[in-house]
């Protein structure tokens, strides 16, 4: 019997609370479910993501979205292996099995502040990375800025601490729009909003294609 197709994988992490990783982790898991079966895992003790799903009602969210639970179900060969997963990863860098999972991804996204504090307190989480990512030439991680005000420049010490780190930033930015908010309020994602949502989903999609490609 033939192997089935290994899923993308796509983990989103970041110790440091407030950066808006959960609401990306939603968004661009819908995001992908346009294109195929996908599945978020909330692997974060808060379970936001899990709330988040329980709050869209009848009408539900475009993926599935489960718990810690979900890691052997995808390790089920008898199951149907949806095309993507997304890791809502834990604040714990030194949490049993992170640096397993972080091994097996395809893509690492870390949410940032528009804040150099905010870089520097992800120092220790880069060295993370590099150990995750050793050896795996195909495996990348990135920075991606979140809740950036609009139309406010990067200062020049901001430019030079994304270099300090040597890790990628991502061109696209994602901004503090209020529209995100209402989304987890409704239990929708920025895919279903119609109108009012329309940057909120360009700004979405820029960041999937960046990291698709």
Not at 28 to 36: F, K, M
Not at 168 to 183: D, H, K, N, P, W
Request: charged fraction near 20%.
């Amino acid at each position: 019997m033939s192997r089935r197709a290994a899923p993308f994988q796509l983990a989103l992490i970041n110790h440091k609370g407030g950066t808006g990783k959960t609401t990306l982790a939603v968004n661009l898991a819908a995001a992908l479910a346009r294109r195929g079966p996908t599945v978020l895992v909330d692997l974060d003790p808060q379970g936001s993501a899990l709330q988040w799903a329980a709050q869209s009602g009848a009408a539900g969210l475009p993926m599935a979205v489960y718990g810690a639970e979900a890691a052997q179900m995808l390790a089920d060969e008898s199951q149907p292996s949806p095309h993507y997963v997304v890791w809502d990863c834990p604040p714990a860098l030194q949490q049993d099995g992170l640096q397993a999972l972080l091994g097996r991804v395809d893509r690492v996204l870390v949410p940032v502040l528009p804040s150099a504090l905010d870089l520097w307190a992800s120092w220790h989480l880069v060295r993370l990375l590099e150990q995750a990512g050793a050896g795996r030439s195909a495996w990348r991680a990135a920075f991606v800025l979140n809740q950036a005000e609009p139309d406010r420049a990067w200062s020049q010490a901001m430019n030079e601490a994304v270099a300090e780190f040597g890790l990628e930033l991502l061109q696209s930015v994602v901004r503090r729009r209020a529209i995100y908010r209402s989304a987890a309020l409704q239990g929708q994602t920025v895919h279903t909003l119609g109108r009012q949502a329309a940057a909120a989903r360009a700004e979405i999609e820029a960041v999937l294609e960046e990291i698709l490609k």
